[in-house]
């Protein structure tokens, strides 16, 4: 008796699949009915791994914080500022670095002060204490390795001043960057 085998072996994850054939012919004898020769195939699979790199940010429209009294004059920022949350995937090591859109906040409103700099918003990976001031050059965030995306919260404080600080809205855009070596 003779038995013909086709394999065809179909990766689940369909990055890559390649349709195998192997043709075998045996003899079986007796009652056993098993063939003895074995098959081997020269590629059993092939998958495609692209480097992965992905990042959200949320909220992803606005963050918003108003002054109180305290937060008058602190050189680190609002104490009641605005938190983003950034989680990273990627299969490969990466970074995230972060800067204000323009020199200056917009200012709406009567008298509100038309050239506060983008140096009077600070970020900081902890919700108190030491922050960094943003500028229109981007600066390094945080960087991570492979993994499957753990949540960071930055904490966004603007400074707020007696003289200069008059009522008004006052916003500026901020810009992430995700890089890969």
Do not use: E
């Amino acid at each position: 008796m003779t038995r013909s085998f086709c394999a065809s072996l179909v990766a689940l994850i369909a990055i890559a699949s390649t349709p195998l054939c192997a043709q075998l012919a045996c003899s079986v004898s007796g009652t056993s009915g098993k063939c003895s020769p074995d098959v081997s195939l020269s590629v059993p699979a092939t998958i495609t791994n692209p480097a992965l790199l992905a990042f959200t940010v949320s909220p992803s429209t606005t963050l918003t914080a108003t002054a109180t009294v305290t937060d008058m004059d602190d050189v680190t920022g609002m104490s009641t500022g605005s938190v983003a949350t950034i989680t990273v995937q990627g299969n490969r090591t990466w970074s995230i670095s972060v800067k204000g859109n323009s020199a200056l906040w917009t200012a709406t409103g009567t008298g509100a002060w038309a050239s506060k700099p983008v140096s009077d918003l600070h970020w900081s990976l902890t919700p108190t204490g030491a922050s960094t001031a943003l500028s229109t050059i981007a600066s390094t965030l945080m960087t991570g390795s492979p993994s499957g995306g753990t949540p960071v919260n930055v904490y966004f404080r603007p400074v707020v001043h007696w003289l200069t600080d008059k009522p008004g809205n006052y916003t500026m855009g901020i810009t992430f960057t995700i890089t890969a070596p």
